[in-house]
């Protein structure tokens, strides 16, 4: 049974963000052009920051491909942190070149930092920062971009739509939202949805908490950086009669048929052949140019956060991100219900 695995590595100003990739079978066909433009699609968007424009991610595939078709060994990505220039001395592995330049004590609440520096025993928040840093989602986005075109292969696609940021509900709205929010050093957070289309219909289980699907990709897009709830279809079902909620089945050319998707493609945790909707949340970004209140944890004393270069917002940066979360489950999924070794045998499988 194939299992989709990765792990990933790095620091935002460290050398480089790395993952190595399990358990693709051979012969799909990967181009570094598509995740190259993935992550040209997640260092977008209104309300981005300077670091951005330092950055132009693009990804060395340094193992498991060969002339443009997995060879069912291990996939490296390599992304290269252009800002790594500016932060050699500081991110040194060598005890030599300590220095607490870049060293921080005032915690940013919201952020790691407070839990983090208990937990791992370290006065210097910078080295809570550096991997908490919603940095690592660019090579996060890299490993989806791989798991996308394998999808596409099997005709699954996916987009993804903000719905609002702060109080705007438009694009002119999210603009003006954003700009508000950076004239005064704040930030915002929002709401979007992704969307995956052409799935097949029994992915995921209902025989065990663990395999239901939608409880997978809540866990997925949960733990996306800053993302706060996640929902799975209409969320405003609480409000309504179940006759008015559940989709009816009709019969149309010998196939079932929907007139509605509330559930969002998902019932009694597999996937029911409609589309895939996923909604989630964003809570504003924590490092903020107007600071807030804390406490400097090495003084004691209250005092204003640090502040750090930041996006005002990354709405749909996330929503990105969500949308390569998704894709490793889904790829999971279809890996384990049309097992293989190689993509022929899984695609006839597929299409039996
Ligand atoms: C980010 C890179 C980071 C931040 C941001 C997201 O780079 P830097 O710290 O050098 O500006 O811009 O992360 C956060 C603000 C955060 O709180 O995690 C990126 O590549 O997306």
């Known amino acids: 049974m194939n299992k989709f695995r990765f792990l990933t590595a790095g620091e935002s100003h460290g050398k480089c963000l790395t993952a190595i990739i399990e358990g693709l079978p051979s012969g799909f066909e990967i181009n570094p052009d598509f995740i190259n433009e993935e992550l040209k699609r997640r260092q977008m968007g209104y309300g981005r ?37 500016n932060w050699q001395k500081i ?25 983090g520096s208990i937990k791992y025993n370290f006065k210097d928040l910078r080295n809570i920062l550096e991997r908490s840093s919603a940095r690592k989602t660019a090579i996060e986005v890299a490993v989806g971009a791989v798991a996308k075109q394998i999808l596409n292969q099997f005709g699954i696609k996916c987009y993804s739509e903000i719905i609002q940021i702060g109080q705007g509900r438009t694009e002119e709205e999210f603009h003006a939202e954003i700009d508000r929010a950076k004239e005064v050093g704040d930030t ?45 279809g209409n969320n405003h079902g609480y409000k309504m009669f179940g006759s008015e909620f559940h989709d009816e089945m009709f019969r149309e050319d010998g196939k079932v048929v929907r007139k509605t998707n509330n559930a969002g493609g998902i019932e009694g945790g597999m996937t029911n052949g409609e589309p895939l909707v996923v909604t989630a949340v964003m809570k504003p970004i924590p490092t903020l140019r107007k600071p807030l209140k804390t406490v400097d944890l090495s003084s004691m004393e209250e005092c204003e956060a640090h502040f750090e270069r930041s996006d005002t917002c990354a709405v749909e940066a996330c929503a990105v991100v969500t949308e390569a979360r998704i894709a490793y489950v889904l790829l999971d999924e279809i890996l384990m219900k049309f097992s293989g070794d190689n993509s022929d045998e899984i695609l006839e499988k597929y299409r039996k």
């Open 49 to 85: 920051g300077a670091r951005m424009q330092i950055e132009c991610d693009t990804v060395e595939i340094t193992s498991g491909v060969r002339f443009g078709k997995t060879l069912g060994s291990p996939v490296t990505l390599v992304i290269q942190n252009k800002d790594y220039e």
């Open 188 to 232: 915002l957070g929002g709401k979007f949805k992704v969307v995956y289309e052409n799935l097949p219909v029994g992915l995921g289980s209902y025989v065990h908490w663990d395999r239901m699907l939608d409880g997978k990709i809540a866990q997925a897009v949960m733990s996306v950086p800053a993302v706060k709830s996640v929902s799975i």
């Open 91 to 115: 991110m040194s592995i060598y005890t030599e070149d300590l220095n607490s330049e870049k060293s921080f004590t005032k915690c940013r609440p919201g952020h790691a930092d407070y839990a």
